[in-house]
């Protein structure tokens, strides 16, 4: 049975009622199993922060055109942004897995950003010459000189009897 048959059918089939022949029953049972399984599917996959927004609908073609209409938005572009510099800055490499798709993965990551129009490797180099700029600024006050003590000759911070 075909999975397809509520996205390329435009119209939902008439209700069963007792007058409906066995095709007629048969379809509508066809292309009501196939909605409900395209819209869970379309669901699962659609990544978690996107998911509120997204109005609720009980037709999977209705829902592909919703999708299809807020993917256009800046709204989708800054929530996908989001999401793959989320992933990006969070993931750590654990030896689950060679070292190659690790790199592979993060590569395939920025290649997305760049896509987008975020260009990450410009401004991780932007933030890597702030950084070593702060570190020679903060590393050239360091030596550390004894105050002088001009004015300070004969004076005592205890206040006792002189003697």
Known sequence: MALDIAILINEEPAAITNENSEAEKAHY????????LSLNLMRMTMADNIKPSMPKTEKAREFMLKV???SQSDLADKSIVGSLMGELTTKKFDWSQPIHDHVTHMSNLAAKLKALGMDEEGRLKKMKDQAVHFVSHDGASSSKEKPSKKGKKGKSFFKGPKS
Do not use: D
């Open 68 to 70: 299809k209409e807020c």
């Open 29 to 36: 049972l066809a292309w009501e199993r196939s909605n409900r």
